[in-house]
């Protein structure tokens, strides 16, 4: 949050540092009264009316007066930083809409059509504005290198804007307790340049890969018979639930779970077997495929680029 990477985040970040400095400031005076009450008690201790003088202009000035002027002055300067978070600088911005679920993340681009999971992608140098709502309970959206925090809350939308020129592959958690496995509620927001940005989208607009081979054939087969399809959208097959996230571009992400652990064949059929071990509670249930429709499915999920 202190090496902030995007012109909101350096509000928010300069907004903590205006904070720490007016609180070593007021630290420093408290302590100095205090002690100077300290000796002034000692020396004072046979004559209490030469102490009275004192009571009532302290009290005021550094009681009422001081702090007024500084949270006023806080306040407004909050009131500006947030300002700037909640409202996009240009209205040309892209529109990414940010669903939050227990416990995981749902990314649509409205305009292209496109949903994937977990995996925010922004392009660089551009605003981008998001739209964040949630399925079921509070949740808060938070990379503390590109912006401040802000929740998701049902029933109604809040806006954050993202503005950075640097690419690069940044951390965000939810910041809000939102039940069990809230600490494996992660993603990360791929910041890219244009070029490539565009490249991801008019991919992740695309429906499934057919399956390359007689193995992936099977896998998708079994995928279709098996209750996945209850919960999860293949687009382009019959599977079209909305439970889970959407697996059309599966393994074009890095990671599975909400960000908890690599994309890779082992840690999916783990997942697959019995995500109740990684993620106690999710609503993902444990499956008893056998090995063989097993490494179809693996074979079939990993071809979904
Ligand atoms: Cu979602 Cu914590």
Not at 2 to 11: D, T
Not at 48 to 71: D, K
Not at 192 to 198: K, L
Request: net charge neutral.
């Amino acid at each position: 949050m202190l090496s902030p990477m995007g012109a909101n985040a350096s509000r928010a970040a300069g907004l903590w540092w205006l904070m720490f400095w007016i609180g070593v400031v007021v630290w420093v005076l408290v302590t100095a009264a205090t002690l100077y009450a300290l000796v002034r008690r000692r020396r004072d201790r046979h004559d209490p009316l030469t102490a009275r003088r004192w009571e009532n202009a302290p009290l005021v000035w550094g009681g009422i007066v001081l702090p007024s002027v500084v949270l006023v002055l806080l306040t407004g300067v909050s009131i500006d930083a947030m300002r700037h978070r909640d409202h996009p600088d240009a209205s040309q911005a892209t529109v990414v809409q940010v669903i939050g679920h227990q416990w995981w993340w749902e990314v649509r681009y409205p305009e292209r059509d496109v949903v994937t999971a977990n995996e925010v992608h922004v392009p660089a140098g551009r605003p981008v504005r998001l739209e964040l709502t949630t399925a079921d309970v509070i949740h808060s959206f938070w990379v503390p290198a590109l912006a401040g925090k802000i929740d998701l809350v049902p029933g109604r939308s809040n806006t954050l804007s993202i503005n950075t020129d640097r690419p690069g592959v940044y951390e965000g958690r939810c910041a809000e307790f939102c039940g069990l496995q809230h600490a494996k509620m992660r993603f990360r927001v791929v910041v890219e340049p244009e070029s490539s940005f565009q490249d991801w989208l008019a991919a992740q607009g695309t429906s499934a890969a057919e399956p390359a081979d007689d193995l992936a054939a099977r896998g998708r087969q079994v995928f279709l018979s098996a209750s996945c399809v209850y919960c999860h959208t293949i687009r382009g097959t019959a599977a079209v639930g909305s439970v889970g996230p959407d697996l059309t571009h599966l393994a074009s992400r890095d990671t599975l779970a909400a960000g908890i652990m690599p994309n890779t064949k082992g840690h999916l059929g783990g997942w697959i077997v019995d995500p109740q071990q990684v993620k106690p509670g999710a609503r993902m249930p444990s499956s008893d495929l056998p090995p063989d429709d097993l490494q179809a499915l693996l074979a079939y999920l990993g071809s979904l680029a």
